[in-house]
């Protein structure tokens, strides 16, 4: 089976030469495999592509069949590293209490009180 620790000794060094980072890996059991990149002015569709190319030419198909989606997180989705709660310093954002009641607050507050 395919890790998460195999997809990103292939992509972490180039994310990382062109200043991005990624936000997630996960590789489900059939091998479904979902990447979410992101960057601090965003990522371009181009970046994600040319990612996904990196892994499709990497991993052989013969070997071992995959599914492969490469993305940035949905504006939606919560972040998931810390890089994400400093790009957004300063934004307003929706946070989540453990009381499940929303509360939209200035990131810079809720980076303080998460972290």
């Known amino acids: 089976m395919i890790s998460k620790e195999q997809i990103m000794g292939i992509i972490q060094q180039q994310v990382e030469e062109e200043n991005y980072f990624v936000v997630d890996v996960e590789v489900k059991p059939s091998n479904k495999i979902i990447v979410h990149l992101d960057g601090d002015q965003g990522v371009p569709i181009e970046f994600c592509v040319s990612i996904s190319r990196l892994i499709e030419h990497t991993l052989d198909r013969e070997a071992e069949d995959f599914e492969l989606e490469v993305s940035s997180p949905g504006i939606g989705q919560p972040f998931k590293v810390h890089r994400q709660f400093t790009k957004n310093i300063g934004r307003h954002v929706e946070v989540v209490g453990r009381d499940g009641m929303k509360h939209t607050a200035s990131c ?8």
């Open 108 to 115: 810079f507050r809720c980076h303080r009180k998460v972290l």
